[in-house]
């Protein structure tokens, strides 16, 4: 809340109340742990994909994923992790890669391109889908695109 209190310049208040009604409205999904509460987008509203969609373009992100999501293997999901994932702009984009037999050169060389089109770091991890579940369960992310 602290962030993004800075970041928007808004009240703690004002941030609990609006991601309360974003909650009510369905399009973000919540969870209790101890004393924190936790927000995610929920995937399976009808409007996620139309917002998914302006986030992405909104930070270049698509452009990334249709370049690294081509001719590079069984690839299944793709993740933005780390602070673009909580919403916090960053001058780094964390990617997390789901799939089998990816071609890690193919990804290195996309990845050095993507960031020179959009003027930004690249960090990228590939994992197993029997990898996924743990990593999910410890970092926040976002999904971004999906086979």
Do not use: C
Not at 82 to 97: M, R, T
Not at 118 to 127: A, H, N, T
Not at 136 to 147: E, P, Y
């Amino acid at each position: 809340m602290r962030n993004l209190e800075s970041e928007f310049g808004e009240s703690t208040n004002a941030i609990r109340l609006e991601l309360n009604r974003l909650e009510a409205a369905g399009l973000l999904n919540s969870e209790v742990a101890g004393n924190k509460k936790y927000f995610r987008a929920n995937t399976g509203h009808p409007l996620f994909t139309d917002i998914n969609s302006i986030v992405r373009k909104t930070v270049g992100i698509d452009r990334i994923v249709e370049q690294v999501t081509s001719n590079v293997g069984d690839l299944q999901e793709a993740y933005l992790v780390g602070d673009l994932a909580i919403g916090k702009d960053s001058s780094i984009v964390d990617l997390l890669l789901i799939g089998k037999a990816i071609d890690r050169s193919y990804v290195s060389s996309l990845v050095q391109k993507a960031e020179k089109h959009i003027e930004r770091k690249i960090r990228y991890l590939i994992l197993e889908d029997s990898e996924k579940s743990d990593y999910l369960s410890k970092n926040n992310a976002l999904l971004i695109w999906k086979a």
